[in-house]
């Protein structure tokens, strides 16, 4: 069965595995501003920094500075991986938001709040690609970011990528894996910077200073 789905209605059909009802997402994400007439009533997303478009052929577009959309709390998955099929049509900049190193793409994994969160970026501005993890407590946000692993796999405006995030509880930890182009990253954390993030928790895109187009989105739970 193939990992990826093709956006509809707005927001792809991520459903991979019959009977896991609760991995369709098939509205547009609450707080979107869908350029086509899709009804956003039923969203299983929700927006909660920047605006998202969906455009007449059901693709995700935004270009916010600060963009963040997560699945709602009944979808949250513990051991899971999560696809995304992404141009990045511009790296921007702006007077409030300078350009930085880690503008680019970002997918959420057991995402508990905005305090408490494993991520990996997956398209940055200066061509790294990282594991990283949000601990409560600190200076950015309230939380404190922690760096688990690091690799490079630039990606050029224009181009069309391809990227796979996975957590999984182990023996000796949580281990996070990315593969974004060819580029293959792992890492498993033990306790750093906190306890480790266990449990359910939601998944999402988090989205930098770019102007960029999603064109298809896959949840994958363990066991599909």
């Known amino acids: 069965m193939s990992l990826l789905k093709p956006l509809t209605a707005g927001l792809g059909a991520v459903t991979l595995c019959v009977g896991v009802a609760a991995a369709s997402f098939a509205a547009p994400p609450e707080g979107a501003k869908p350029l086509a ?73 057991r995402y508990k709040s905005q305090y408490s ?28 970011y922690y760096t688990l692993a690091t690799g490079s796999a630039p990606v050029k405006p224009g181009q069309e990528f391809t990227a796979t995030a996975a957590v999984t509880d182990t023996q000796g930890g949580v281990k996070l894996s990315l593969d974004v182009n060819g580029e293959h990253l792992e890492a498993v954390d033990t306790g750093t910077g906190c306890a480790t993030i266990t449990g359910p928790g939601r998944v999402g895109v988090r989205a930098d200073n770019v102007d960029v187009t999603v064109t298809q989105f896959a949840v994958k739970p363990e066991g599909c």
């Not at 916010?64 to 709390?73: C, E, I, L, W, Y």
């Not at 494993?118 to 949000?134: N, P, Q, S």
């Open 37 to 109: 007439d899709e009804a956003t009533a039923t969203s299983d997303w929700k927006v909660t920094s920047g605006a998202l478009s969906v455009l007449p052929g059901g693709q995700w577009w935004t270009d916010s500075p600060v963009f963040r959309v997560v699945s709602q709390d009944r979808f949250q998955y513990a051991n899971v991986a999560t696809t995304v099929k992404a141009t990045i049509n511009e790296f921007k900049t702006s007077a409030e938001t300078p350009a930085v190193a880690w503008d680019g793409v970002h997918l959420f994994l």
């Open 117 to 144: 969160l494993y991520y990996a970026t997956v398209a940055r501005r200066d061509g790294e690609v990282v594991l990283k993890k949000k601990c409560e407590g600190g200076p950015s946000n309230g939380g404190t």
